[in-house]
């Protein structure tokens, strides 16, 4: 998908960044002269061996930065995440942004991102309000999970737990080549999240 070739003068301008900003956006030189704008990319994109291959949109890489600008570093409520979510969500209604976007962020920010739009969403949310989650502090593989593990939804499922019930952090395991390491790590707190980049 190509980029947009000229951008609003006065949509380019970022504002003030939040205190967990570790992005940098570049604007490259326009090989047409008297073009109204330059195209936009994302250093940080480039620099990620995960995402270095994905061109992001130009209206892409300003929507994230503007909700950075908008909801980063606030404090989460239950009333402000579902009105980022619905932010997201209305901007893939208009197509300024796609699941591809918000899957390439997540990986930007080792995360799991696996899911369909409103899981992703939600993800992308929990990210922005809240930061990163961490790797596995017991098995360092699998990518820590928020809220209630996939296994109590189902009904013969014999394992159990004392957090059971609660949301709360959990690992799933993870793929060892083709081996799958199951890891049983659950806490209600404790893990410290990490600032989350933007493109």
Same mark, same amino acid.
């Not at 949509?11 to 936009?40: E, L, N």
């Not at 930007?108 to 799991?112: E, F, I, P, R």
């Not at 992703?120 to 930061?131: H, V, Y």
């Not at 793929?175 to 493109?199: M, N, S, T």
């Given at each position: ?53 994905y ?16 909801y980063?570093g606030? /404090? +989460? *409520?239950?009333? =402000? ?11 893939? %209604? $208009? ?7 918000i899957?390439?962020?997540?990986k ?5 991102a ?18 990163g ?24 499922? /014999? +394992? *159990?737990?004392? =957090? ?7 690992c799933?395991?993870y793929? %060892? $080549? ?22």
């Open positions: 998908m190509g980029k947009r070739k000229g951008t609003d003068s006065a949509a380019t301008t970022p504002k003030k960044a939040k205190a967990t900003t570790t992005s940098s956006v570049t604007a490259g030189t326009s090989g047409t002269s008297g073009t109204s704008g330059t195209p936009i990319t994302s250093d940080v994109l480039l620099a990620n061996p995960y995402t270095k291959d061109e992001m949109k130009e209206k892409a890489i300003l929507f994230f930065r503007r909700l950075q600008s908008n980063g606030k /404090k +989460r *409520t239950p009333k =402000l995440e579902d009105e980022l979510c619905q932010d997201i969500k209305q901007h893939m %209604d $208009d197509e300024v942004v796609e699941p591809w976007d899957k390439t962020v997540l930007l920010n080792d995360q799991a696996g899911g369909n739009e409103a899981e992703i969403t939600s993800k992308l949310a929990d990210g922005i309000l809240r930061g989650l961490p790797r596995c502090p017991k098995c360092f593989g699998g990518r820590l999970r928020y809220g209630m593990p996939k296994w109590e939804t189902k009904p013969k499922s /014999k +394992r *159990t737990s004392p =957090l059971k019930g609660k949301e709360r952090f959990h799933p395991g793929f %060892d $080549d083709d081996q799958y390491v199951h890891c049983y790590f659950e806490a209600l707190d404790g893990v410290d999240r990490i600032p989350w980049k933007y493109p």
